[in-house]
């Protein structure tokens, strides 16, 4: 009788937390480049979109049990939490001077790069670039994002063998601490509080992670168009 074969380092029967977690992860080092040089949004949005696109895609069949779902909750809950980040805005300015009031912030954002310099040199690659950054926010930061946070560390937080954690489970300090994460992963803290709050609920309520990703990706989506329509690149 032939020996098992041995677990290649990098499935997912080895690392089940893997396509849960990765994509987010190189998501946020694919920040490094804009940190460093703001200007290099131009190319680094579009290449991580691509990067993280297609981990996605490598590990698409983990993600079988996301079964679509298209309940009008989805739809709600993306046009509040929407309303909740233009709205809470004032608030999130308010709370970010205190921050750096205390020497928890740096810097007041002032001279920092928008999209309209791009723009300004070349109207093509602005839109190439827009392109980009809307496909970007509303399909695949609402993937990773809803992967990570409530399908792997809501469940997490409950149980380390987060697979045997029904999604949707409920527990007030993974509801919470999830929640807060989640707007802290944020430059606006508050509003994205709050946005974790309501797709969080989504989730205990309706026990779909689809719909969050829904949700999630509606709200980027119609923020994106927000974008567009005003200018409004505080948002981006």
């Known amino acids: 009788m032939s020996a098992p074969s041995a677990q290649k380092p990098w499935s997912v029967a080895s690392r089940p937390w893997a396509p849960w977690v990765v994509p987010f992860a190189v998501w946020l080092l694919g920040l490094i480049p804009q940190q460093i040089s703001p200007a290099a949004t131009v ?21 079988a049990d996301l079964r679509p779902n298209w309940h009008g909750s989805g739809v709600l809950a993306g046009l509040a939490v929407l309303l909740l980040w233009i709205g809470l805005d004032p608030v999130d300015q308010i709370f970010r001077t205190a921050l750096r009031s205390f020497g928890l912030l740096a810097g007041d954002g002032a001279g920092a790069w928008t999209p309209q310099e791009l723009r300004n040199r070349s109207e093509a690659g602005f839109w190439t670039w827009a392109v980009f950054r809307i496909f970007g926010s509303s ?3 609402a993937v990773i994002e809803e992967l990570f946070w409530r399908g792997f560390l809501m469940r997490w937080i409950i149980n380390a063998d987060f697979r045997k954690v029904p999604l949707g489970a409920f527990t007030w300090k993974s509801f919470l601490v999830t929640a807060l994460l989640f707007g802290f992963e944020h430059d606006r803290v508050v509003a994205g509080f709050a946005a974790g709050v309501v797709y969080g609920a989504l989730l205990c309520w309706r026990k779909n992670l689809f719909l969050c990703i829904l949700a999630h990706g509606l709200t980027n989506f119609l923020l994106g168009l927000w974008v567009l329509q005003y200018g409004d690149w505080q948002f981006w």
Do not use: H, K, M
């Open 43 to 63: 190319w680094a949005y579009p290449l991580r979109t691509i990067v993280v696109g297609v981990l996605l895609i490598f590990w698409r069949r983990t993600y």
């Open 139 to 141: 399909v695949v930061v």
